[in-house]
């Protein structure tokens, strides 16, 4: 039988860790800090997204066989509608909770909400990958399933809703038209990564620990774009 100890500890395992990369990422916007009512809302709409995916999935699971490791066409559609599903919902999050409201001042902003949505919807997501094993006892299961997903599933989240924020970044001072195509290109390269990532982790057992390898160096690319969309703040909004 369910326990509500069990949500709760898998809950925990889950919000940690992406709390500890919130503060990580938030560090890089010291100067000018978003408002914590706005990050909090932000995070727990990232949440909400998850189990907005889980349910759009599994009617999409209805029409689609979940595909196995040996991928074919169908199979790979399958993976990029779901990558497309997860990359929508979180944008949707930061988009309704920070990215339209007046909050979102500077190029940095997109980056700063969209990753914190991207963070709120891994923490939700990996409670719930969390909560099978600790039920069955298994701790040690848990613990290696959550060093996983917190090296990796919270990686391919950052890194790929970042995406979208640094395409927005760099259009932040471009007419409207302008700011909707940088956005679309974003998305779907954010697509691409996810569904890359998805394809990887599901056809290759030897390739994993070099796909992880791969997010710490797209995290490396993001934290200089950081420092890039810092400049482009300066240049556009006070000169």
């Not at 369910?2 to 500890?9: E, G, H, M, R, V």
């Not at 914590?36 to 029409?63: N, P």
């Not at 779901?82 to 007046?102: D, P």
């Not at 997903?149 to 970044?169: E, T, W, Y």
Request: with cysteine.
């Amino acid at each position: 039988m369910f326990a509500t100890s069990t949500f709760f500890f898998a809950f925990l395992g889950g919000v940690l860790p992406a709390s500890l990369w919130l503060w990580f990422w938030l560090r890089e916007d010291r100067v000018s800090p978003e408002p914590r009512s706005m990050i909090i809302t932000t995070f727990c709409a990232g949440m909400v997204a998850t189990l907005v995916a889980v349910v759009i999935s599994g009617i999409l699971r209805e029409y689609i066989p979940f595909p196995g490791k040996n991928l074919d066409l169908v199979g790979i559609i399958f993976i990029m509608l779901w990558a497309s599903i997860e990359e929508f919902v979180k944008f949707a999050a930061a988009y309704y909770t920070a990215l339209s409201r007046r909050e979102n001042d500077e190029p940095i902003d997109n980056m700063v909400y969209l990753i914190t949505a991207a963070l709120g919807f891994a923490a939700l997501e990996n409670a719930l990958f969390l909560v099978g094993p600790i039920q069955k006892g298994a701790l040690i299961d848990s613990i290696i399933n959550g060093n996983l997903r917190f090296v990796g599933s919270s990686l391919l989240h950052v890194v790929s809703s970042a995406s979208i924020g640094i395409f927005m970044a760099f259009a932040f001072c471009k007419l409207p038209n302008a700011k909707r195509l940088f956005t679309t290109i974003g998305f779907i390269f954010a697509v691409l990564l996810h569904t890359l990532f998805n394809y990887y982790i599901l056809v290759s057992d030897s390739g994993v620990f070099a796909v992880f390898g791969v997010l710490w160096i797209g995290v490396i690319i993001l934290l200089l774009f950081f420092e890039r969309a810092k400049k482009i703040n300066k240049s556009c909004v006070y000169d």
